[in-house]
């Protein structure tokens, strides 16, 4: 195996088993945070641990499994989201079909044309108080998201020829569906799709983080998850305690910015094993 290729397999190694303990801490979040227990108030990890205690003394770690449960699913959704609206860009800009290549051209630049942290504050205001839920948020911003990804594809799409790159293939005996998902989107659309979706998987959990994190500031019912659910946002909050009140919540602090970071790094990791050979 080539130097490069080897390099992308361990990227993509590092990408999914970082997407997979996402998913599984999910999928372990408690529905309820424990009781507090106030004789263990600010422990650090080292006396509880493995993440130490907040100002209740509940366990730091249930605020982390329940905020991966809040961004999971709904970020994992946006980036697919984001990542099918590229392909059928892309895909059109090769099939030959005029009119619809025109119409998807107009979508990106009405879509395009929206600003997009306004439309994400109307669409959390608008929310029914008894459902508030990231899920309607991220796919939003996959939407106001897609018309970067999608002219990217279209436009790295028209480079191999457009439609005579398909006929070329067909000239060849290449089947239709070989063409389109082997050619055009795996070897030739790949890297522009994953980066952009595993791009919006990292922006949708920001989004959220910085609704949250306003939210929690403001004493305000959150936009994105249950009042029984907690956010990442909860422990950067109680971190900021640290700095600005020198509370003893550091542990809390660089909880949060570990967490905010690793999504970071999952992101990256997937972009450079979807990289152009």
Known sequence: MRRGATSRTVWLVIGLVM???LVIGSMLAPDFVAHPDLSARYLGPLDAPPLGTNDMGIPLTEFAL???KVVAIPSVLSGLV???LAIIAGVMRCAGYAWVDTALQLF??????LPRLVVILVVAVAMPADYRSLLPI???WAVLSAPGAMDEAATTAGRLGGASFV????AHGFTAVRIYLYHITWLNLRSVIVRQGA???MQVVFLEIALSYLAVSQRRPAFTHPDSVYSWASLLYDGYTWLVAAVPMA??????LILVALVAFMAQSFRLAARSR
């Open 19 to 21: 997407l997979g303990a």
């Open 66 to 68: 329940q905020g991966a």
């Open 82 to 84: 984001v990542m099918v």
């Open 108 to 113: 990106q630049e009405l879509v395009g044309a």
């Open 199 to 201: 791009e919006v998987v």
């Open 251 to 256: 542990h809390a602090m660089w909880l949060g």
């Open 167 to 170: 006929e070329a293939l067909r």
């Open 138 to 140: 991220g796919l939003t």
